[in-house]
């Protein structure tokens, strides 16, 4: 069982930035790839970024040059930084992983934090 809590987020201005962190606790010898994912209201929710343990990111294209995603996995912690804010950018963020094998493998999330960019 692993469980995720993320903090970080608040309101801020565009072209403001933000950092979310999400602290993995439990069985973090399983955790594999990390990501952050959005949902944005009455919208589908979106993946946004991942990092695998060894550092290899993906990003979706709308964020592609504004985030940076990274890890840490002495402390069990994934990050994103999120630069040139747009209000288009307004959701909530949800951390996921997944865990792998000998274990089994499965999907965990957090309960999400808010981020709003507006004037």
């Known amino acids: 069982q692993v469980q995720l809590v993320e903090s970080g987020g608040g309101l801020v201005q565009p072209g403001g930035s933000l950092r979310l962190s999400c602290a993995a606790s439990g069985n973090t010898f399983s955790i594999n790839v990390m990501g952050w994912y959005r949902q944005a209201p009455q919208k589908q929710r979106e993946l946004v970024a991942t990092i695998t343990r060894t550092g290899n990111t993906n990003y979706a294209d709308s964020v592609k040059g504004r985030f940076s995603i990274s890890r840490d996995n002495a402390k069990n912690t994934v990050y994103l930084q999120m630069n040139n804010l747009k209000p288009e950018d307004t959701a909530v963020y949800y951390c996921?992983?997944?865990?792998?094998?000998?274990?089994?493998?499965?999907?965990?999330w957090g309960q999400g934090t808010q981020v709003t960019v507006s004037s």
């Open positions: 996921s992983t997944n865990s792998r094998p000998p274990w089994s493998e499965k999907t965990y």
